[in-house]
């Protein structure tokens, strides 16, 4: 409050904080294998170890970039975030939508880590837009920006569209958390298949995700 230089009482403001709740959820990966493939190769069942966890990894991140929530699953960001714009593609116009969107849920850069996040479509799109006509593009490939902003594409951005078209997420991702719940358990399970001869492999991991101040700090395009 403003006092007056003649004295006065300052008002009590309680302050706010937000959260997130983070809780298993349960992500089971099987895999199997040939006997014959195991006797050739020792070294397959390190592999597909890797293979696996990054696949589990990459699970997580297609659930946290939903168009709508996944059965089980952590709760989608993007769901989530504010609807800046739906039925335009992805173009330096709609860009600067995203970013007024997001100031708008009185967002700060200051301290925040910004970025875009796109699909392989939207990626197209801005590659090939203007931010004004025959003078600038509005994607900097030598940077990879958009605005001077980070730009990321990956297929797990609402891969759970159901026809081709633009999707971003953007906003503030210092606001995202992912918890991890102990480490992975692999099991190689040589009984299910042991009469056809193919043991598989289980893996099982306890995963969740969220952000703060999902609404606010994050904005979406859907084409």
Same mark, same amino acid.
């Given at each position: 409050?403003?006092?007056? +230089?003649s004295? /006065?009482?300052?008002v009590s403001a309680? /302050?706010?904080?937000?959260?997130?709740t983070? @809780?298993?959820k349960?992500?089971?990966?099987?895999v199997?294998?040939?006997? $014959?493939?195991i006797?050739?190769?020792?070294?397959l069942?390190?592999?597909?170890q /890797?293979?696996i966890?990054s696949?589990?990894?990459? *699970? =997580? $991140?297609?659930?946290?970039l939903a168009?709508?929530?996944?059965?089980?699953a952590?709760?989608?960001i993007?769901?989530a975030?504010?609807?800046?714009?739906?039925?335009?593609?992805?173009?330096? @116009?709609?860009?600067?939508? =995203? +970013?007024?969107t997001y100031?708008?849920?009185?967002?700060?850069?200051?301290?925040?880590?910004?970025?875009?996040?796109?699909?392989?479509?939207?990626?197209?799109?801005i590659?090939?837009?203007?931010?004004?006509?025959?003078v600038?593009?509005?994607y900097?490939p030598?940077?990879?920006?958009?605005n001077?902003?980070?730009?990321?594409?990956?297929?797990?951005?609402?891969s759970?569209?159901?026809a081709?078209k633009?999707?971003?997420?953007?906003?503030?991702?210092?606001k995202v958390?992912?918890?991890?719940?102990g480490g992975?358990?692999f099991?190689?399970?040589?009984?299910?298949?042991?009469d *056809?001869g193919?043991?598989r492999?289980?893996?099982?991991?306890?995963?969740?995700?969220?952000?703060v101040q999902n609404?606010?700090?994050?904005?979406?395009?859907?084409?």
């Open positions: 409050s403003w006092i007056a +230089e004295g /006065g009482s300052a309680a /302050g706010n904080l937000s959260a997130v983070l @809780t298993p349960k992500l089971i990966s099987v199997s294998m040939t006997q $014959e493939s006797v050739q190769n020792p070294s069942e390190a592999a597909l /890797g293979n966890a696949n589990m990894a990459s *699970t =997580l $991140e297609t659930a946290l168009e709508a929530n996944v059965t089980s952590p709760t989608s993007m769901a975030a504010a609807a800046a714009s739906t039925g335009a593609v992805f173009s330096g @116009t709609t860009a600067s939508l =995203l +970013e007024n100031i708008g849920n009185d967002g700060t850069y200051e301290g925040a880590r910004m970025a875009y996040l796109m699909d392989a479509d939207a990626y197209a799109a590659k090939t837009a203007d931010m004004v006509s025959n600038s593009a509005a900097d030598r940077d990879k920006t958009i001077g902003i980070y730009a990321f594409v990956s297929s797990n951005v609402a759970d569209a159901t081709a633009d999707n971003v997420l953007f906003g503030d991702f210092s958390h992912i918890a991890q719940f992975l358990d099991l190689f399970d040589p009984y299910t298949g042991a *056809t193919e043991p492999m289980v893996v099982t991991g306890l995963f969740d995700g969220g952000a609404s606010t700090a994050f904005a979406s395009l859907i084409e």
